[in-house]
């Protein structure tokens, strides 16, 4: 029983992390270089677990049960919960708009169907599965996360015999910045670390394991996919990865890369969408069916809103949405470890070391990242 919860927790957490930003990920390594967008894999994706694993202690320190907004209320006061809610509603309607946009396309390039419609057909099953709620997006998770791996080592191996080894050769330390948003964006997953917890049930002990194991996946398949995306079709990268595959699958198998894009969409909808809903229902008291109609239609309406104006591109989304949210979550993570050591009304299962110089250079990570989109 305890492994298939850790195995359920470990869905969770990359169903949440693994979604549009995967199908980002190759364009913007493109842009850069591939061994540029290497260093931005390895070296956030390691950031954003030490930030997870810091997370992880402080809802062990807590009693209650909580979203994000609600533990950051009880460290970092009023103003912690305003903006942790403010980066939670930007970076999960950003996502979810982003997942709408790529579901349609990825679902029209199956069926030949309109992508408007497409997009609508995509959005009313998962908000559905997500009215629904927790053992529905338990089971999708623990039911794709295999399925995702087995892609993109297919995508990999396939690509293999067809890589073009100038195209992974590209370094550029004055481009070191430019897959850094959407690099971010595909790393999120702050927003499952609570439901983790409550899927861990009495065994809370392997939340750190969890974490890890959830944290080095994404790492993995994200330099897996990038390579032999970007090494096949180099400058020619599609900004949806996945929708570009012809030349590594043939024509006749593109269908993988628009089930694989599909999966991973659909996972990070399910998780962070019932997150949305639950931060409406738990910390604010709103009423069960209120909160899912604010956690899904909004964005909804905002993505008709940008699909039928034009306003973003799905890259733009997800570099925005990125750096915005994440800088936010990722500075407020760090001032709620400090507090909940000192205020924590629990003994935590584990414990992460952390000093005031630590502290300090991960949010300089943040705010150079911030700084940059600014400029």
Not at 35 to 42: F, P, R
Not at 331 to 336: P, Q
């Amino acid at each position: 029983m305890s492994k298939k919860r850790l195995f359920i927790a470990v869905s969770t957490m990359v169903g949440c992390v693994i979604g549009a930003g995967i199908l980002g990920i190759p364009y913007v390594i493109a842009k850069a270089g591939f061994l540029t967008g290497l260093i931005n894999i390895v070296g956030i994706g390691l950031i954003i677990m030490l930030l997870h694993l810091y997370l992880g202690e402080v809802i062990l320190r807590t009693k209650g049960k909580h979203q994000l907004t609600g533990y950051a209320e009880k460290y970092t006061g009023k103003i912690g919960k305003y903006f942790m809610f403010i980066s939670m509603i930007l970076l999960i309607y950003g996502a979810l708009i982003a997942y709408t946009l790529g579901g349609g396309e990825a679902l029209a390039s199956i069926l030949g169907w309109d992508v408007l419609l497409c997009s609508i057909i995509f959005f009313g099953i998962l908000s559905w599965l997500i009215y629904i709620g927790l053992n529905a997006i338990e089971k999708s998770e623990a039911f794709v996360m295999p399925v995702i791996i087995i892609i993109v080592l297919l995508i990999f191996f396939l690509a293999l015999p067809r890589i073009n080894l100038i195209n992974l050769s590209g370094l550029s330390f004055s481009k070191l910045l430019l897959p850094y948003g959407v690099v971010l964006f595909s790393f999120l997953g702050s927003a499952a670390i609570p439901e983790m917890k409550e899927e861990l049930e009495k065994n809370k002990k392997q939340l750190k394991k969890a974490i890890i194991i959830g944290c080095t996946i994404p790492i993995i398949i994200y330099i897996l996919f990038a390579f032999g995306i970007v090494g096949v079709l180099g400058s020619e990268t599609h900004e949806i990865g996945a929708l570009g595959l012809a030349s590594i699958l043939g024509e006749k198998m593109v269908f993988i890369g628009a089930i694989f894009a599909l999966l991973t969409l659909a996972t990070s909808f399910l998780a962070l969408g019932l997150a949305l809903k639950e931060l409406f229902w738990y910390d604010y008291k709103l009423r069960k069916n209120t909160s899912w109609l604010l956690a899904c239609f909004v964005p909804f309406i905002l993505f008709l809103l940008i699909k039928v104006f034009h306003i973003a591109s799905f890259v733009t989304i997800l570099n925005i949405t990125g750096i915005v949210s994440g800088t936010i979550i990722g500075i407020l993570t760090v001032f709620m470890v400090f507090n909940a050591k000192k205020k924590g009304n629990r003994k935590p299962e584990y414990t992460i070391y952390i000093n005031k110089f630590i502290g300090v250079l991960l949010i300089l990570f943040y705010l150079i990242g911030a700084i940059n989109l600014l400029i």
